[in-house]
């Protein structure tokens, strides 16, 4: 009904807040009301207007339930060929300003109240000062007996922004493998100077004419800070097609003008081809034989674009793990299979397996048969039967660097975070110790990638932090000297060994992914680099440690 009654500017917020409420998992169960998601998505396709596509986009990037998904993304496509758009220059054109006045700023009068809305990197703020100018922590009387509408308003409008600000941090995110390209004048109104999407742009760097700029002290600048006011078209950089010189003079260049990212482009991580993938020719097994939590992959996987379906512990056959490249004609597989060998210890009530074990990464053409295989394990082959017209997989080094590094990226993410080898508490190795092997090769071997980016990073941070004196990074860890031990945390994994003996200590991160970060880091969003600067801190000081339960280990 609310999509039949008059506008309100409530009620785009409330039906986007009741899909995603609605499909939110329970034990079990699944989605809780897929129904209520649905005429929720309905109601929101019977109303007009910008702040409508915004929100529609937005559901298009949190939500993975796959029959919902698909009916946003049919009303997206249908609203864009409407207004005779893309795609994606109608979302471009539909993110709103939510009230803000300038980039990240807005400010408004409440009485004597002066209230200001301020974009602090992924976090909106809401200050109040009074009439003298003087900052005050909470809301003031005056205002909440006053102005209680204005208000209501205003801390809806950050917490629109905040959501917002994930989703728009996510599109952009997806822009490498786009390929997209801007007219400059578009691209200074969409992106820099928009209220709301210049607070992201203007942390990234981007190439105009193919002179790669960053945005500080109000201008467009060159890496020698030479101003840039105008171009013709524009990209977003990627640091792969570019030499190492460059690569690290664009780190300095952000540190020294305080910039940090909304993720990581200039400290991203680079998969070249190595000479292992040329001698297998068509496919590489660099992030094979890993054992991941399937629940956690499965969200991870549908949060970067890929299409991937749960296994089950039956008779029962799936796809690979997909992601489609329709700019490049291409579509990458990530081989996977379940991992179990008992029902109920290996497995949810519902039969899902637990776990899975990853295989090799193929590359095909976008329209070639869906390989298939049995859920339990097994080859592949083309087609649910296997007898689809078999398509041969490409030859890897015919994959565009670009294509190739982004979607390595995402399966070493899907690796770093939902492997069993990073759980602190499977020291035992799991059921039965069956993964007592892969969680130590795993939790104290080599580096990926990643963590090899994590490495670099921290050997520029440590020797500013506090704690630089009792810290070191020597190969695969960070060396931390307490006044009990001294300790050894693995940049990959973050599990930590101490002296003598190398001795295991378990120590668990809080699963708070808001709590506040140990240092200064030059992008958001790497929570193990977070966690190992956090764990060092507290080391660092082992005097000061209460926890019982780390205090027995010591």
């Given at each position: 009904m609310l999509g039949m009654l008059p506008a309100h500017p409530d009620t785009v917020r409330a039906l986007g807040a009741l899909v995603e409420s609605s499909l939110r998992k329970a034990s079990g169960i699944g989605p809780r009301n897929p129904k209520a998601a649905n005429a929720a998505v309905g109601a929101l396709t019977r109303l007009d207007g910008e702040p409508v596509l915004a929100e529609l986009a937005r559901l298009a990037r949190r939500v993975t339930y796959k029959p919902v998904l698909r009916l946003i993304e049919s009303v997206l496509e249908h609203r864009a060929e409407t207004l005779g758009l893309s795609r994606e220059e109608m979302e471009e054109l539909a993110v709103p300003a939510y009230g803000l006045t300038e980039v990240g700023r807005m400010e408004r009068k409440l009485g004597d109240v002066t209230a200001v809305v301020e974009v602090r990197g992924v976090k909106t703020v809401l200050i109040w000062s009074s009439s003298a100018g003087k900052v005050v922590k909470s809301v003031p009387v005056a205002v909440r007996r006053g102005h209680a509408e204005e208000l209501k308003e205003l801390k809806a409008a950050v917490k629109d922004v905040d959501k917002m600000l994930s989703a728009q941090s996510e599109r952009l995110d997806r822009q490498f493998l786009a390929g997209r390209v801007w007219?400059?004048?578009?691209?200074?109104?969409?992106?820099?100077?928009?209220?709301?999407?210049?607070?992201?742009?203007?942390?990234?760097?981007?190439?105009?004419?193919?002179?790669?700029?960053?945005?500080?002290?109000?201008?467009?600048?060159?890496?020698?800070?030479?101003?840039?006011?105008?171009?013709?078209?524009?990209?977003?950089?990627?640091?792969?097609?570019?030499?190492?010189?460059?690569?690290?003079?664009?780190?300095?260049?952000?540190?020294?003008?305080?910039?940090i990212q909304p993720f990581k482009q200039a400290h991203r991580e680079v998969y070249l081809l190595t000479d292992a993938e040329r001698a297998t020719g068509t496919y590489s097994t660099r992030f094979a034989g890993h054992v991941l939590r399937q629940h956690q992959f499965h969200s991870l996987a549908a949060g970067r674009g890929w299409r991937n379906r749960l296994r089950l512990m039956v008779d029962d056959s799936a796809p690979p793990a997909t992601r489609e490249l329709p700019r490049w004609g291409?579509?990458?597989?990530?081989?996977?299979?379940?991992?179990?060998?008992?029902?109920?210890?290996?497995?949810?009530?519902?039969?899902?397996?637990?776990?899975?074990?990853?295989?090799?990464?193929?590359?095909?053409?976008?329209?070639?048969?869906?390989?298939?295989?049995?859920?339990?394990?097994?080859?592949?082959?083309?087609?649910?039967?296997?007898?689809?017209?078999?398509?041969?997989p490409l030859p890897i080094a015919d994959i565009p660097p670009l294509v190739l590094s982004e979607v390595l990226r995402d399966i070493d993410l899907f690796v770093g975070v939902a492997s069993v080898g990073n759980d602190p508490t499977w020291q035992d190795g799991g059921p039965e110790g069956r993964y007592r092997e892969y969680w130590a090769s795993y939790g104290f071997g080599?580096?990926?990638?990643?963590?090899?980016?994590?490495?670099?990073?921290?050997?520029?941070?440590?020797?500013?932090?506090?704690?630089?004196?009792?810290?070191?990074?020597?190969?695969?860890?960070?060396?931390?000297?307490?006044?009990?031990?001294?300790?050894?945390?693995?940049?990959?994994?973050?599990n930590i060994l101490m002296t003598p003996n190398d001795q295991y200590l378990c120590i668990v991160p809080k699963a708070d992914p808001a709590a506040p970060q140990a240092g200064y880091l030059p992008f958001e969003g790497d929570r193990m680099t977070a966690v190992i600067l956090s764990k060092a801190v507290l080391l660092a000081d082992d005097a000061s440690i209460t926890d019982p339960a780390i205090l027995s280990q010591l």
């Open positions: 007219p400059y004048v578009g691209w200074r109104e969409r992106f820099l100077d928009h209220p709301l999407v210049g607070t992201l742009a203007r942390r990234l760097l981007w190439t105009v004419d193919g002179t790669a700029v960053g945005f500080a002290d109000g201008e467009l600048r060159t890496l020698s800070d030479d101003p840039v006011r105008d171009g013709g078209e524009v990209r977003l950089w990627h640091p792969v097609g570019c030499g190492p010189a460059e690569v690290v003079a664009w780190r300095d260049w952000l540190e020294r003008h305080a910039i291409l579509r990458a597989e990530y081989w996977i299979h379940g991992e179990a060998h008992a029902f109920g210890a290996d497995t949810t009530d519902s039969g899902s397996f637990l776990r899975l074990s990853t295989d090799q990464v193929r590359f095909y053409p976008i329209d070639a048969p869906q390989n298939w295989a049995a859920c339990f394990g097994g080859d592949y082959r083309m087609g649910p039967s296997g007898r689809a017209a078999r398509v041969k080599e580096l990926s990638q990643s963590a090899e980016t994590r490495r670099m990073l921290l050997e520029r941070l440590v020797p500013r932090l506090a704690i630089a004196d009792r810290c070191t990074v020597e190969g695969r860890f960070l060396h931390v000297t307490g006044s009990r031990r001294t300790y050894k945390i693995h940049l990959g994994s973050g």
